[in-house]
């Protein structure tokens, strides 16, 4: 039987996260998941994305959490393989086979945008879940 779209997103999750927690080398992940669901919200996915993508270039532990959480974030919206992670991403994506969720946004229909942005929220539960669930969370985490 094949799989459902939210079980689609929860192995994709999992694997994101199991990944992780083999090299245990994942700076401020877990601090920057569970505020990314906020940050769309309140900016739009673009927006939140595009500050993920940008804390990417920051050195230590700060940098490698962003850079990690755009790339799962990029995986899944773009149905993009990831090292590390056998599980595909959203297949139906409007931005499927594409190389940058955020050149994407940016040159693709509105409708587009705003399924990618409900369905970032909804695969974003998962991956909060399992982050919370098995990475342990380091102190002092900057935004």
């Known amino acids: 039987m094949p799989q459902s779209l939210a079980q689609k997103r929860a192995t994709h ?3 994101c996260v199991q990944a992780l927690a083999k090299d245990n080398d994942y700076g401020n992940y877990v601090s920057y998941v569970k505020s990314l669901p906020a940050a769309i919200l309140m900016n739009g996915l673009g927006q939140a994305l595009a ?3 940008a804390g990417a270039s920051k050195s230590g532990n700060v940098g490698k959490g ?3 959480l755009y790339q ?3 995986s899944w ?3 993009e393989p990831i090292e590390g992670v056998d599980a595909p991403g959203w297949a139906n994506s409007p931005y499927a086979n594409e190389s940058d969720v955020l050149e994407a946004i ?3 229909e509105e409708a587009a945008y705003i399924r990618a942005q409900a369905e970032a929220l909804e695969y974003l539960e998962w991956l909060k879940k399992f982050a919370v669930a ?3 969370e380091n102190e002092g985490a900057d935004r």
Do not use: D, T
């Open 51 to 53: 500050m993920e993508k």
């Open 66 to 68: 962003h850079e990690l």
């Open 106 to 108: 940016v040159s693709k």
């Open 77 to 79: 919206l773009c149905n």
């Open 72 to 74: 799962h974030m990029n």
């Open 13 to 15: 999750a999992l694997k």
């Open 134 to 136: 098995q990475l342990r």
